[in-house]
Structure formats: C-alpha cells, structure tokens
Nanobody
Framework: QVQLVESGGGTVQPGGSLRLACTAS????????MSWYRQGSGIQRELVAQ???????TYKDSVKGRFTISRDSAKKRVYLQMNNVIPEDASVYYC??????????WGEGTRVTVSS
C-alpha cells in the first residue's frame, strides 16, 4: 500500500507563485509515473502535469510555460512549481502515483486559492 501526502497549497495572488509537494510512503514495486490532477467544484478531475520514471513530462495546455513538474526519486517526492498563477488555477490539487501499470494511488488533495 502506498500513501501520498500533498503539501504546499494555500492562497496566492494572481501572477504569484506556489510550489506543491507530494511525498510517497510505502512499498512501490515499479513506479511508472507521478502526476498532479486538479478538480474544481462541479468539474471533472483533470490532469495538470505528469512525470514518468524516465522523466518524460506532460502538461495540460493551459499550464504550459507556467507550471513545472519535477521529482526527487530518492525522497519519493514530486513537486509542482506554479508560476504566474491565474484565477482559473484555483482548485484542489491531487497527487497521483501509478505503480506497475496496475495500481493507482491518490492523495487527499491540497487546495489552491487564487485571490488578490
């Protein structure tokens, strides 16, 4: 069983920056990818960014050039650097880990509020 704990959420002004972190614990057999999703009220959960075990990254179009996903394998941690935040980025952000192509684990989420 793998547990994911997100941190770093909070309130940020438009144009500001925030860094989210997700730390995994437990036994991971074969890490395939770690991702950040977000889900706003009444909106389907959507992929924001993903990084694979080969460090291949994928981004939602609206965050390209503003967000950066990175990982620290030794610490079992993934980060999401959010720059030039806009109001549409306000959401609950969830960390996701894919193990062996079989198991998918989710964190409980961390809220990002964008407010001036």
């Amino acid at each position: 069983q793998v547990q994911l704990v997100e941190s770093g959420g909070g309130t940020v002004q438009p144009g500001g920056s925030l860094r989210l972190a997700c730390t995994a614990s437990g036994t991971i057999f074969n890490l395939k990818a770690m991702s950040w999703y977000r889900q706003g009220s009444g909106i389907q959960r959507e992929l924001v960014a993903q990084i694979t075990n080969e460090d291949i990254t994928t981004y939602k179009d609206s965050v390209k050039g503003r967000f950066t996903i990175s990982r620290d394998s030794a610490k079992k941690r993934v980060y999401l650097q959010m720059n030039n935040v806009i109001p549409e980025d306000a959401s609950v952000y969830y960390c996701c880990l894919e193990d062996s192509g079989v198991w998918t684990y989710w964190g409980e989420g961390t809220r990002v509020t964008v407010s001036s």
